[in-house]
């Protein structure tokens, strides 16, 4: 159907506004505004609609939706960046602005320099990101957030988390290597009620819900995307201009890019809005994480002293513990807390004790996952890069070393996943 004043609240100014920037999904020709025979119903088409009655309307993604800060001249690349990181670090990496091919020696220096509290285990996360999908940091296609722990009660801080994002432009980038893409049918846009009932059974009205269209020109193939945002919760940028609807723009935009190039994309590595990840940078967000008691001395009973994380005891495990970040041993709370007390008493003659690695076995079979993999179109990088960002191992050798890494729940977790994409690809 042809586009009418109406549909999802649009008025005859909108309808003059979307013929300027779209043309017709089926042969590309301009778009015009026509009315109904003897009706006082407006509606845009193709410029040839008596004629061919063609359908839709789409809009080639522009230069800086695809590449970035990447479309822009080397000197507006550098003031962004100053403006970022100062001028003395600007300075020091001025050679990697507008590097697209970094190695894992120049991404690690950039993402050190620019994240000097991230752990290890995080920048060599983000550092194999960068390397495996030709990422820079400084073109604001990568970023580190931290993430403030709370007890209970939200009255004191008790740690902190990193994680790895990319920005929604670098997401971009990612699906334009392959060929441009456009925006189908005046998308991204709010859903109708109608549209809501039909695609989830029901109308959300506590949350913004955004459809996105894309489409390849080449092939033709379109894609959907669905994002929601909750109508009560204020977004992070706002004084950047950040809105809802945009939040469930990216959200819904971000899902279309997946389905529209699967092999091109980073797995399991959320993405948002550039002026998001700059103010969860400036102000850490801040999660609560709920502990067995509620109190703050007792918040602190689980707590390894050495590494600065909680132990965690769940399934079959006899004992508290925590796995190492980066390695595949764990930290016994007992080991861990004699250590320090021996520390206190006799410093000078307390040698590390190693950690106690816990084995794991391979669930996971390997034919079907080649076999599941390749449907997916999932290349080993996005496969590791899944497997890094999730249950954050160490990522480094076969993928049967990798694999091993994880428990059999996390291997039987990992199954689902696949079979779950697999139906919904």
Known sequence: ????????????????QLAKKNVCK????????????????????????????????????????????????IATRREIVEQEIGATKTRALDKYIG??????????EI?????????EGEIARAVLLCA?????????????????????????????????????????????????????????????????????????????SVIVKLKDPVTGAEVVGYGHWPREKEPMGTDKGNTKFNMASIR???QALDRLRPGEMPVGI??????????????????????????????????CPIHNVSFIKKGKMKWWAHKIEGTDKWCPEKQAKKQVQQAEVEPEQVEEEEPVPVPSELFIDLDWLDEKTEELKWKMPALKSFLSYKYKIDTEGLITDVLSRLSREQQEELTKEIQDRLEMS
């Open 1 to 16: 159907m042809p586009i009418y004043v109406g549909d999802a609240q649009l008025t005859r100014e909108d309808l003059k």
């Open 26 to 73: 089926e042969c590309q020709c301009r778009l015009d505004i026509f009315t109904e025979f003897g009706k006082d119903v407006y509606f845009l088409a193709c410029s040839d609609w008596p004629r061919t009655h063609h359908e839709g309307i789409e809009r080639e993604a522009s230069q800086y939706e695809q590449k970035g800060i990447e479309a822009l001249n």
């Open 99 to 108: 590097v697209v091919s970094l190695t894992k020696p120049q991404a690690k």
């Open 111 to 119: 993402l050190v320099s620019v994240y000097p509290g991230a752990p």
């Open 132 to 208: 495996s999908y030709g990422l820079n940091p400084l073109m604001k296609h990568v970023f580190l957030i931290k993430f403030n722990q709370w007890n209970k009660g939200h009255t004191q801080i008790i740690g902190e988390d990193w994680v790895t994002v990319i920005g929604i432009k670098a997401k971009r980038l990612l699906g334009s290597r392959r060929g441009t893409f456009s925006y189908v049918d005046g998308t991204p846009r709010v859903m109708t009620e109608q549209e809501q009932r039909a695609t989830f059974g029901e109308v959300y009205g506590d949350k913004i």
């Open 252 to 254: 819904g935009e971000s």
């Open 270 to 303: 959320e993405a948002m809005p550039e002026e998001v990840a700059d103010a969860a940078i400036e102000g850490s967000f801040t999660v609560t994480e709920d502990k067995e008691t509620s109190t703050d001395d007792a918040s602190k009973e689980h707590w």
